[in-house]
């Protein structure tokens, strides 16, 4: 992770449902040495990073049948071959009682200053907020 303080305000989503209430208008904070998503704030996690093409997305983000949810690049807005996917690696938190995962702990990175990343299947769009003095 970068030495600099990077912040993402969540402005709005693609896919949603009244679930999403509870993630829009939040903020992302990624520094060298800790996640927040609101008051969940996880020191120095681990990262990985990993390359993924459009056919892998798909192939790892949707269901196996007919009837599953099915997810393209196309789809998020992404208009490249490949993307760039960080996943924060973090202690399990309790957000809802029915995940560990913490929104923002896995992300496509869509173009310098937004990026992507799902919750129970909703995939939400974030930019980058400019802020003196963070």
Same mark, same amino acid.
Request: aromatic content about 8%; charged content about 25%.
């Given at each position: 992770?970068?030495?600099?303080? *990077? /912040?993402?305000?969540? *402005?709005?989503?693609?896919? +949603? /449902?009244?679930?999403?209430?509870? #993630?829009? $208008?939040?903020? #992302?904070?990624? =520094?060298?040495d800790t996640? *927040?998503?609101? %008051?969940?704030?996880? !020191? ?8 993924l093409t459009a ?5 790892? %983000?949707? +269901? +196996?049948?007919? %009837?599953s949810? $099915?997810? /393209?690049?196309? $789809?998020? +807005? &992404? !208009? @490249?071959?490949?993307?760039? $996917?960080?996943? #924060?690696?973090?202690?399990p938190?309790? &957000?809802t009682?029915? @995940? =560990?995962?913490?929104?923002?702990? @896995? &992300?496509?990175?869509?173009? !310098? ?7 129970? %299947?909703?995939?939400f ?5 400019? @802020?003196?003095g963070?």
């Amino acid at each position: 992770m970068e030495d600099r303080s *990077r /912040s993402a305000y969540i *402005r709005y989503f693609l896919l +949603g /449902s009244y679930r999403s209430k509870a #993630i829009l $208008q939040t903020e #992302i904070e990624y =520094t060298s040495d800790t996640f *927040r998503w609101r %008051n969940v704030v996880t !020191k120095d996690p681990r990262v990985e990073v990993a390359a993924l093409t459009a056919q892998q997305f798909h192939d790892e %983000n949707s +269901g +196996g049948s007919v %009837n599953s949810s $099915q997810v /393209s690049f196309r $789809q998020l +807005g &992404i !208009k @490249t071959r490949k993307v760039v $996917q960080i996943a #924060i690696l973090h202690p399990p938190a309790e &957000i809802t009682g029915a @995940t =560990t995962e913490i929104p923002g702990d @896995t &992300i496509l990175v869509k173009d !310098k200053n937004t990026i992507l990343f799902s919750v129970c %299947n909703l995939y939400f769009e974030a930019k980058r907020m400019h @802020t003196d003095g963070r």
